[in-house]
């Protein structure tokens, strides 16, 4: 019998009424687990975590807090191994590429403990000074940031079901804010038990962590206004969420984190060493989940006179990628998630190949210990399109999948334009090794991308690399990418607070640096 996984709602742990949906194996394709939300009282569970784990949140300090982000964040340690097991065999990944979603997700806790306790005994947040409204000095403006008195939705992507958790979670309950997760149903397993074992270990009050896991129906109806809602996943279910009327009627807050062409820039006379480094990181990005990042790099603009340089050398590394069963130590590179995103990358690179060539073919990747009628494994492909200008498809297309195709540009400012035919990107590395000119592309590239990552030889072996997020920085961009914003260190609280100024005397406002 396969199991169900609970939700945890109200309060408590309870199964769907129906009959479940059931979570493969991607590279068995034998069934997991099954998960069902049927029947579950939203409404009722949604206003206990808004009323109990609310109340007894902002009851605490933010110290406290995030002494139990860091309590959270030992715990979950302490149960890697049955994370990565689950990661294997749901996601079909490699430990690596595993590590990049179950590490980052607690590096990402971790960070905000120590963030958090930073922040002291105080149950609210000063924004600015205080500011003079008129002749007299007496009579000022403060502006505070208070948490919000609602639940913090996250409706999730399947490609991070650990690191999309907790990079959501640690700001929302640092500031004070319940939460209630819905993974993606694909890969659901590994949020519910993350959810499981913190919530049963008792480190958060009652109705502080909440996890549905199956259907997403009825959870934007049961939004009400001081709610917000954190979405991550495709621009289609973004128009949904957006459109719905907790949004457009009641203003729940909203944070969209969308799909993204994302690309990496070599600089004109950038050197070989750099060239070599874009090779690395772009074969990098494209083999690492697959190629199921959102940040990962989808388009590669390099200077004409390079292009035939730069797509042996990426080619070159992406031959070596084994490709197959991650169970298998000589495998570097796993499995997409289901048939579905199997079937759906591989109609991307049709739709792509109309407009682009093929200079490396992922077919030619034999699977290592795995059935190709079965398993959802893909060999990484490398396009080319010669006019860049003219592949359209290129710049519009978001294939989730090992692939990304390269484009020779003729001078900077042909390079930049062609950048923003992303419509809006999470993040671009650009490559090159004179410091003016790469700190001036990158103020130029910096409205339309939400990060810039720049790599130059000083940081080769330094740098965080151009897919990974790192809570320090900003995560989001604008345009097609969503419009949100997560993380960026102390930034990410902004969302789950409400800002108001506050207008008195300065002996009523003298009050506040106190508290
Ligand atoms: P998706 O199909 O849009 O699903 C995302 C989430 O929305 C899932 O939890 C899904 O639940 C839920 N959902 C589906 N229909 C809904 C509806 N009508 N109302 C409310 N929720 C609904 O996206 P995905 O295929 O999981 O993720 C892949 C996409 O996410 C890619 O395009 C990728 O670029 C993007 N992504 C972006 C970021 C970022 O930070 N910008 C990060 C990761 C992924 P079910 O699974 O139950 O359908």
Same mark, same amino acid.
């Given at each position: 019998m396969i199991e169900l996984l609970l939700n945890h709602l109200g309060g408590e742990w309870l199964a769907g009424s129906g009959a479940g949906t059931a979570l493969v194996d991607p590279v068995l394709g034998t069934e997991l687990v099954r998960v069902d939300a049927t029947g579950l009282d939203l409404p009722a569970g949604f206003a206990f975590a808004r009323e109990q784990g609310g109340a007894a949140l902002r009851a605490l300090t933010y110290r406290e807090r /995030?002494?139990?982000?860091?309590?959270?964040?030992?715990?979950?340690?302490?149960?890697?191994?049955?994370?990565?097991?689950?990661?294997?065999?749901? *996601?079909?990944?490699?430990?690596?590429?595993?590590?990049?979603?179950?590490?980052?997700?607690? +590096?990402?806790?971790?960070?905000?403990?120590?963030?958090?306790?930073?922040?002291?005994d105080r149950r609210f947040l000063l924004d600015g000074e205080a500011a003079r409204l008129g002749k007299d000095a007496l009579f000022q403006s403060q502006h505070v940031l208070v948490?919000?008195?609602?639940?913090?939705?996250?409706?999730?992507? +399947?490609?991070?079901?650990?690191?999309?958790?907790?990079?959501?979670?640690?700001?929302?309950?640092?500031?004070?804010?319940?939460?209630?997760?819905?993974?993606?149903? /694909?890969?659901?397993?590994l949020t519910q038990v993350m959810v499981k074992d913190v919530v049963d270990a008792g480190i958060f009050p009652p109705g502080a962590l909440s996890v549905v896991c199956g259907s997403s129906a009825g959870l934007m109806d049961a939004l009400?206004?001081? !709610?917000?809602?954190? +979405?991550?996943?495709?621009?289609?279910?973004?128009?949904?969420?957006?459109?719905?009327?907790?949004?457009?009627?009641? *203003?729940?807050?909203?944070?969209?984190?969308?799909? *993204?062409?994302?690309?990496?820039?070599l600089l004109p006379a950038a050197g070989n060493e750099s060239l070599d480094l874009l090779a690395k990181e772009v074969a990098r990005e494209m083999t690492v989940k697959s190629g199921q990042k959102c940040t990962a790099i989808r388009r590669v603009l390099v200077p004409e006179a390079l292009y035939e340089q730069a797509?042996?050398?990426?080619?070159?590394?992406?031959?070596?990628?084994?490709?197959?069963?991650?169970?298998n130590e000589a495998v570097r590179m796993g499995a997409l998630v289901n048939r579905e995103q199997l079937a759906s990358v591989r109609e991307g690179l049709d739709y792509l190949m109309q407009q682009a060539l093929v200079l490396h073919d992922g077919a030619a990747h034999a699977l290592v210990d795995a059935d190709p009628a079965v398993a959802c494994c893909v060999g990484p492909t490398l396009?080319?399109?010669?006019?860049?200008?003219?592949?359209?498809?290129?710049? !519009?297309?978001?294939?989730?999948? &090992?692939?990304?195709?390269?484009? &020779?540009?003729?001078?900077?400012?042909?390079?930049?334009?062609?950048?923003?035919?992303?419509?809006?990107?999470?993040?671009?590395?650009?490559?090159?090794? !004179?410091?003016?000119?790469?700190?001036?592309?990158?103020?130029?590239?910096?409205? *339309?991308?939400?990060?810039?990552?720049?790599?130059? &030889? !000083?940081?080769?072996?330094?740098?965080?690399?151009?897919?990974?997020?790192?809570?320090?920085?900003?995560?989001?961009?604008?345009?097609?990418?969503?419009?949100?914003?997560?993380?960026?260190?102390?930034?990410?609280?902004? +969302?789950?607070?409400?800002?108001?100024?506050?207008?008195?005397?300065?002996?009523?406002?003298?009050?506040?640096?106190?508290?």
């Open positions: /995030a002494a139990m982000l860091g309590s959270a964040a030992k715990l979950l340690q302490a149960n890697r191994d049955r994370y990565y097991e689950i990661a294997t065999a749901n *996601s079909g990944t490699v430990k690596n590429d595993s590590a990049v979603d179950i590490d980052g997700g607690l +590096f990402t806790l971790g960070y905000y403990a120590k963030l958090g306790d930073g922040l002291g948490p919000t008195r609602g639940v913090a939705l996250f409706i999730n992507a +399947f490609n991070f079901p650990s690191w999309g958790l907790w990079e959501k979670a640690a700001p929302a309950l640092l500031s004070g804010v319940p939460v209630i997760v819905k993974p993606a149903t /694909a890969t659901a397993w009400q206004t001081f !709610d917000v809602v954190s +979405f991550t996943g495709s621009a289609q279910t973004a128009a949904i969420i957006r459109s719905h009327p907790a949004v457009a009627q009641r *203003s729940v807050r909203v944070n969209i984190e969308a799909d *993204s062409v994302n690309s990496a820039l797509a042996q050398a990426i080619s070159a590394r992406l031959a070596k990628t084994t490709v197959g069963n991650p169970r396009l080319g399109a010669r006019d860049a200008d003219a592949a359209d498809r290129v710049h !519009d297309t978001e294939v989730f999948g &090992p692939v990304a195709t390269l484009l &020779p540009y003729r001078d900077h400012a042909h390079a930049l334009a062609l950048l923003r035919r992303g419509q809006g990107s999470l993040v671009a590395s650009l490559y090159g090794s !004179d410091p003016q000119a790469l700190a001036a592309t990158a103020i130029h590239m910096a409205d *339309s991308h939400g990060r810039v990552h720049v790599i130059s &030889p !000083d940081v080769a072996a330094l740098h965080t690399g151009h897919g990974n997020v790192m809570p320090q920085s900003l995560h989001g961009g604008p345009g097609r990418a969503g419009g949100g914003e997560e993380l960026g260190g102390a930034r990410a609280l902004g +969302f789950y607070h409400r800002r108001s100024a506050v207008q008195a005397s300065t002996a009523v406002l003298a009050h506040y640096s106190a508290t």
